[in-house]
Nanobody, 121 residues
Framework: QVQLAESGGGSVQAGGSLRVSCEVS?????MGWFRQAPGKEREGVAS?????????YADSVKGRFTLFRDNAKRTVYHLQMNSLKPEDTAMYYC????????????????WGQGTQVTVSS
């Protein structure tokens, strides 16, 4: 049984940076993040393959967000978010799936409770 523990997030002004992290207990083929703003559809953000550390990003965050594994604690994944924009404001969910194809498409089958990221202009 895989469990997810999210941390981080918060509020920042546009142009700033935040980090959200997720500790994944148990093995899963891949994990990632999606976000959802009030009144909007869920949007995939980034995914990483658990064995090969291959990453994929949504076009909306490419070059600004980086998903990586913690060097010291290999079960913790960080989503570093730079050059944040007000449109990045959303609840961010750590998620996982057994299928790398699903993760690449950001179609995760399981997710955590979410952590709020708010970017003010």
């Amino acid at each position: 049984q895989v469990q997810l523990a999210e941390s981080g997030g918060g509020s920042v002004q546009a142009g700033g940076s935040l980090r959200v992290s997720c500790e994944v207990s148990g093995y899963t083929n891949c994990m990632g993040w999606f976000r959802q703003a009030p009144g909007k559809e869920r949007e995939g953000v980034a995914s990483i393959h658990s064995l090969h550390d291959i990453t994929v990003y949504a076009d909306s965050v490419k070059g600004r967000f980086t998903l990586f594994r913690d060097n010291a604690k290999r079960t913790v994944y960080h989503l570093q978010m730079n050059s944040l924009k007000p449109e990045d404001t959303a609840m961010y969910y750590c998620a996982y799936d057994a299928s790398w194809s699903a993760c690449k498409a950001f179609e995760f089958g399981n997710w955590g409770q979410g952590t709020q990221v708010t970017v003010s202009s």
